[in-house]
């Protein structure tokens, strides 16, 4: 099946084929107007997006060596995401459906950030642990099967990325926070403060970020002279080490043979030597790294997968800016 993937849950304009499994064009338009204020403006967001979906599609279409007639199908995020952000993505898919009359299915974003691990490595069988950790989520998931799926944990309060995102603002960097920090930390060093760990009693999947953060405004605050690359390097590591323990933890609990990370903070290569350091007898699986950020090739693929099932959405579907997964 030829597949028009389209993505705009955020600040990433994006689109991308998928032909039978596979992806043949991406693209993608990252807002850099939200730079200056240190987080995404939704209403900005809904703007910019709306200015420049029509040509990221046609150039994967160019691209992709196909035409827009021979599509069979189009897979937008449905949801989560900013309200103005989805309704742009999904009232433009719904306008290109209807004209060539090809079937639309809504897709949740955070389930595609997981299938994007199929793109990274085809062999990957179900049953599997899942750690998804976004700006906006981070959860563990057993992933079963194909739409079977049970949440062993989540956080109480902030996300991971957005405990990155915070730090960045509170340590005077960019947005967004993640890749600001792991640059700054490359040259410090991870072990000189320690920055609590919430909620690492045995048997417990949740997580709690807002004391990190809280601790990281007290520590700057009263120590005006310490190295920024140590701090950064030791936030880093206090978030990265509460997820791998609860990964680990989820893997002894499951049995699981597999785990796979996705989400945004998938991209961090510390994260990455860390989960195979400590889980180093399972076969551990990342996406490719310009598929953990936003993409509309993980919406393309996964949107592939229903539709060969036969299953579409009704062109009267909603955007669902707290959509979970099922
Ligand atoms: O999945 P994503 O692109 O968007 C959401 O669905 O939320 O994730 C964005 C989050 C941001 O909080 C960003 O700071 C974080 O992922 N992130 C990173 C890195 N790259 C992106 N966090 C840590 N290290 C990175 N290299
Ligand atoms: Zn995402």
Redesign the pocket.
Known sequence: MKILGIET??DETAAAVCIDGEIISTKLSSQEIHNKFGGVIPELASREHEKVINLIVHKVIEESNISLNSLDGIAVTQGPGLSGALITGCSFSKGLALGLGIPIIGIN?LEA?IFANFLADPSLSFPFVCLLV???HTQIWNIINFGSYELLGETRDDAA??A??KGARILGLGY????E??KLAKNGDYKSINFPRALLEKNNLEFSFSGLKTSLLYYVDKNKNAKTENIAASYQYAIIDVLVQKLKLAVDITGSKTCVIA???A??KFLRRHVEKVISNKKIVFPDLSY???NAAMIAFLGEKYLKKGKKSNFNFSILPNMRIA
Do not use: K, L, Q, R
């Open positions: 849950s955020c974003h950030h976004s700006g906006g990325g957005e990155f995102d967004p926070g993640g890749p920090i792991e989400g945004g903070v991209a961090n953990c950020t936003d």
